[in-house]
């Protein structure tokens, strides 16, 4: 039966791979891999630019772990998201003072949620983004304390989970609500297709 490797930690994305029937195996970097150094922004990098070379950098370090490691062959799924308003990146949270702070700069405004997704074997690389756009309602402070208090922003690009307790401040998205939680699942259907997954 064909599968993938998943180069990826986030529960989330193993649960929407599982949506689509998808048979998977993690990938995860060892102990000695510094795989948050992937993730480090370039001076004047444009979200989209990051996105698809932060997603590229993940897909060669997983591509090299599985050669290293001996492991049979398949293709490897690697994806990376990133929340964007205007064009400044904002990543996961530093601490919970971070967290209020990003909330509060998206609190009544519109963003972009950009996920890329690569699927590749050393001889093929397949690659896609998807560009959501989410609008938070106008939050208090209080609001945004109580939130950050239930530490569900913390690891979190933009510091919230739209499928979690963030979602009763989100009036309106469009797009991708698959990619906003971290997998977009028409983009990557598409790509395992190609590779002759039936999904």
């Known amino acids: ?3 993938v490797y998943l180069a990826s930690q986030s529960p ?3 649960q929407l791979l599982e949506q689509l029937g998808i048979a998977h195996e993690l990938l995860l970097p060892a102990a000695d891999e ?3 150094s992937l993730e480090v922004v370039l001076p004047r990098e444009a979200p989209l630019a990051y996105v698809q070379r932060v997603t590229q950098l993940k897909l060669d370090a997983a591509l090299q772990r599985l ?3 001996g492991l049979p062959k398949a293709p490897v799924l690697c994806s990376d998201t990133t929340v964007a308003l205007g064009r400044v990146i904002l990543g996961k949270p530093a601490d919970r003072a971070d967290a209020a702070h990003m909330l509060t700069q998206l609190s009544g405004k519109t ?6 997704v690569a699927v590749g074997t050393h001889a093929q690389r397949l690659q896609t983004v998807s560009a959501s756009r989410v609008t938070f ?3 208090s402070h209080a609001q945004i304390q ?3 208090a239930t530490g569900e922003p913390m690891g979190k690009a933009g510091a919230y989970a739209v499928q979690g307790r963030a979602a009763a401040h989100i009036a309106q998205l469009s797009g ?3 990619g906003i939680m971290g997998l977009p699942l028409f983009e990557t259907a598409q790509l395992l297709r190609q590779l002759g997954f039936n999904c």
């Open 1 to 3: 039966m064909p599968f």
């Open 12 to 14: 989330r994305r193993r």
């Open 34 to 36: 510094d795989a948050e």
């Open 67 to 69: 050669a290293k490691r």
């Open 111 to 116: 963003h972009r949620v950009l996920t890329a």
């Open 137 to 139: 309602a106008p939050m």
């Open 146 to 148: 109580a939130y950050v």
């Open 176 to 178: 991708s609500y698959t």
